[in-house]
């Protein structure tokens, strides 16, 4: 995410928001837990987030 512009916010907790400043789009999402896999629907949130920044089509 910081690669493609976005800064991280923490959140309270589990939570993490992040803000692409030039195009004003924000992502928030958990952080995955008990182990590291990102479930399909935050990965699909951030993917729309990437989009709407423009980052990818």
Same mark, same amino acid.
């Given at each position: 995410?910081?690669?493609? +512009? =976005?800064? !991280?916010? &923490? +959140?309270? +907790? /589990?939570? *993490? @928001?992040?803000?692409? @400043? ?5 992502? =928030?999402?958990? %952080? ?6 990102? @479930? /399909?629907? /935050?990965?699909?949130? !951030? !993917?729309? +987030?990437? *989009? &709407?920044?423009?980052?990818i %089509?």
């Amino acid at each position: 995410m910081k690669y493609s +512009g =976005f800064d !991280l916010i &923490n +959140g309270d +907790g /589990a939570s *993490r @928001k992040f803000v692409h @400043k030039e195009a004003k789009v924000k992502v =928030f999402i958990h %952080k995955p837990h008990p182990g590291n896999v990102v @479930k /399909a629907y /935050a990965q699909e949130d !951030l !993917l729309q +987030g990437l *989009r &709407n920044a423009g980052v990818i %089509k």
